[in-house]
């Protein structure tokens, strides 16, 4: 194949078009049961049985980093992935999603798991996806799925509402 100027230019343009062809996966979920319902209350029996749970279904989706409000309960449902993988929990403030979806925003191309509360997961959920989802107070097994696939053509959000472990009683 003979290489002119102009295939080494349309070659160096692909190249650059891939770079920009990336999925960013946004796993997050509010914590796990609770034991009472003090401030900063730790994880309950059950609680821990989904944090394991959660730490198990997210195993193999390579996550990258691994995000958790400062309380106890959010870091002991973040925890036991963190540790599996052997990876730092970034902490958040709570009060701060607006700027932490722009932090998660800037993660392209990475597997990031975000665990809050029922008050600061969907405000990140429609912050990340533009779409609405509300979590009941006896809800803790929702799994919500962000994924943002990004082209030289634009980019493309879809949000997957699943569950872990075992279904909150209703």
Same mark, same amino acid.
């Given at each position: ?5 102009? @295939? ?9 078009? $891939?770079?920009? $062809?990336?999925?960013? !996966?946004?796993?997050?979920v #509010? !914590?796990?049961e609770?034991?009472?319902? @003090?401030?900063?209350?730790?994880l ?5 049985? #989904?944090?394991?749970?959660? #730490? ?33 929990? @970034? ?25 809050? !509360?029922?008050?600061?997961?969907? /405000? ?26 990004r ?5 493309k959000?879809?949000?997957t509402?699943?569950t872990?472990?075992? /279904?909150?009683?209703?």
């Amino acid at each position: 194949m003979k290489r002119t100027p102009t @295939s080494a230019f349309l070659l160096l343009l692909l190249l650059l078009a $891939c770079q920009a $062809c990336q999925t960013t !996966h946004y796993f997050l979920v #509010r !914590h796990a049961e609770k034991r009472d319902s @003090s401030p900063d209350t730790p994880l309950s029996e059950v609680g821990w049985d #989904r944090a394991l749970s959660l #730490r198990n279904q997210l195993l193999g989706k390579r996550i990258d980093a691994v995000f958790s409000s400062d309380y106890t309960r959010t870091r002991q449902t973040a925890q036991p992935l963190a540790d599996a993988l052997s990876t730092p929990l @970034s902490i958040y403030r709570p009060d701060t999603t607006g700027s932490l979806a722009t932090v998660l925003k800037k993660m392209n191309g990475k597997n990031v798991l975000v665990v809050g !509360h029922s008050n600061t997961i969907p /405000p990140l959920v429609a912050g990340l996806s533009g779409e609405t989802v509300a979590i009941a107070d006896n809800d803790y097994d929702n799994l919500f799925i962000v994924r943002v696939k990004r082209s030289p053509l634009g980019k493309k959000v879809d949000l997957t509402k699943t569950t872990y472990g075992k /279904p909150s009683p209703q």
